[in-house]
């Protein structure tokens, strides 16, 4: 079982130091998907895909859904390893129970990250916009 673990942490460890670089890709040079987004409408021009300063609702936009895919990272990795115990218990129930238990506390969890994030989001869309603008927040 120990080493089932440490294969396991020895495997996220090398996934997470391979998804390093890609993390530090040049943000200056967007490949021509900036003249995409421009022609597509996303965005008005070319330049507000590469201008270097963000705005503080910008990067914690940007904290948050790189938040959020780790959480989610996390969660398929839980599932994963919850069925693999459940698979290998060969019918002994505190492995079938410590296997379920890993699957159904993982989903709990990101059910509960989720939520959070609705009622944060609900909350800025709706009370901050209000506050701001004076007015009820657009749809």
Do not use: C, H
């Amino acid at each position: 079982m120990k080493l089932l673990r440490w294969l396991f942490a020895i495997t996220f460890g090398l996934q997470i130091l391979t998804a390093i670089p890609v993390l530090a890709a040049d943000a200056a040079n967007d490949y021509g998907l900036g003249t995409a987004a421009a022609g597509a409408g996303i965005i008005k021009n070319k330049e507000d895909a590469t201008k270097g300063g963000a705005g503080l609702a910008e990067l914690s936009g940007r904290v948050i859904r790189a938040a959020l895919t780790i959480i989610g990272v996390v969660f398929l990795l839980l599932m994963v390893y919850g069925g693999f115990i459940w698979m290998i218990a060969r019918g002994d129930k505190e492995k079938v129970k410590e296997g379920r238990d890993t699957i159904v506390n993982a989903t709990i969890g990101l059910v509960l990250v989720l939520a959070a994030y609705a009622i944060t989001q609900f909350i800025f869309t709706s009370f901050v916009a209000n506050v701001v603008s004076g007015g009820p927040a657009a749809p």
